[in-house]
Nanobody, 122 residues
Framework: QVQLVESGGGLAQAGGSLRLSCAAS????????MGWFRQAPGKEREFVAA????????YYADSVKGRFTISRDNAKNTVYLQMNSLKPEDTAVYYC???????????????WGQGTQVTVSS
């Protein structure tokens, strides 16, 4: 069982930045691929970014490519999402997720956090 706790959400102005963190309880954190997803009101949950457990390869949704950066610190059991050049359409609840095996860009992850709200004002 892996417990995930997100933090770092809040209110930002358009063009601003936020950094989300996700702390994992797993002692074998390095064995998990990590992903960030988001869900805006009235919309489906969507993929944002992922980072592989094996070589640190990263994957991004087209809507955030060039603005968001996912990274991980295995020594701290933490994955980060640095969000720059924020837009009002980035407003959503952001979730981190973990899965063993191969990294995927779908929502097929085994463990999920509770989410953190990000609101971007224009």
């Amino acid at each position: 069982q892996v417990q995930l706790v997100e933090s770092g959400g809040g209110l930002a102005q358009a063009g601003g930045s936020l950094r989300l963190s996700c702390a994992a309880s797993a002692r074998t954190f390095s064995l998990y691929n990590m992903g960030w997803f988001r869900q805006a009101p009235g919309k489906e949950r969507e993929f944002v970014a992922a980072i592989s457990r094996s070589d640190g390869s990263t994957y991004y949704a087209d809507s955030v490519k060039g603005r968001f950066t996912i990274s991980r610190d295995n020594a701290k059991n933490t994955v980060y999402l640095q969000m720059n050049s924020l837009k009002p359409e980035d407003t959503a609840v952001y979730y981190c997720a973990a899965r063993p095996g191969i990294v995927v860009v779908t929502s097929n992850y085994n463990y999920w956090g509770q989410g953190t709200q990000v609101t971007v004002s224009s």
